[in-house]
C-alpha cells in the first residue's frame, strides 16, 4: 500500500471522519473491519446492561443512519468505494447480531465470529448490496444484511438450547 492509502480521506477531526472510522479505529491495520467489530463489543455490551436489547436495536437504528450520512460524506472526499477504513457499518452490523444475544461472553464471542464469517462471505442479499448500491446507504446496507444471517443462528441457537 502507498502512503496515500493510509492517510483518511477527511481529517480525523472531522465529524464524518470521525464516525465513520468509529473514532480512528478503521485506521488499524491490517483487517480493519475486524477492528471495528472488535471495538463494538464493548459498546454493546454497556447499552444492554443499561438498557436491555431494545435499546441496543434503537442505537443500531441510529448508528445505520449516521453511518448512511457519515459513509457517504467520507466516500465523496475521495476515499473511494466503500472505503476500509470505514468500518461504522461493521458497528452496526455487529450490534444487531448482538440484539439476539445475552449479556454472556461466549455469546458474544459467537456472535462476533458469526458476523465476521457473514460479512467477510457476504450472503445473499448482501453479495447484491455490495455490488448494487451506493454510497453511504451501500456502505451500511451489506453489513447489516450480513448480519442478519449471523443473527437468525444466535436466535436458533438461544431458542434451541
Not at 458497528?91 to 455469546?107: E, K, N, R, S, T
Request: proline letters at 7%; one cysteine or more.
Amino acid at each position: 500500500m502507498s502512503d496515500n492509502e493510509h492517510k483518511p480521506a477527511l481529517p480525523l477531526s472531522h465529524p464524518a471522519c470521525m464516525l465513520a472510522t468509529w473514532f480512528g479505529v478503521g485506521l488499524i491495520r491490517p483487517a480493519p473491519g475486524t477492528w471495528g467489530s472488535l471495538a463494538a463489543l464493548p459498546f454493546a455490551w454497556a447499552i444492554v446492561a443499561m438498557g436491555g436489547p431494545y435499546a441496543l436495536l434503537a442505537a443500531t437504528v441510529v448508528v445505520f443512519a449516521v453511518g448512511c450520512w457519515a459513509g457517504g460524506v467520507y466516500e465523496k472526499a475521495g476515499g473511494g468505494t466503500d472505503p476500509g477504513v470505514v468500518v461504522i457499518d461493521e458497528v452496526a452490523g455487529q450490534w444487531l447480531v448482538l440484539i439476539a444475544a445475552p449479556l454472556d461472553h461466549m455469546y458474544y464471542l459467537a456472535g462476533f465470529v458469526l458476523f465476521r464469517l457473514c460479512d467477510i462471505t457476504k450472503p445473499w442479499p448482501a453479495s447484491w448490496a455490495d455490488r448494487r448500491v451506493h454510497g453511504g446507504l451501500g456502505i451500511m446496507l451489506d453489513d447489516v444484511l450480513a448480519a442478519l444471517y449471523a443473527f437468525a443462528a444466535i436466535a436458533a441457537f438461544r431458542y434451541w438450547y
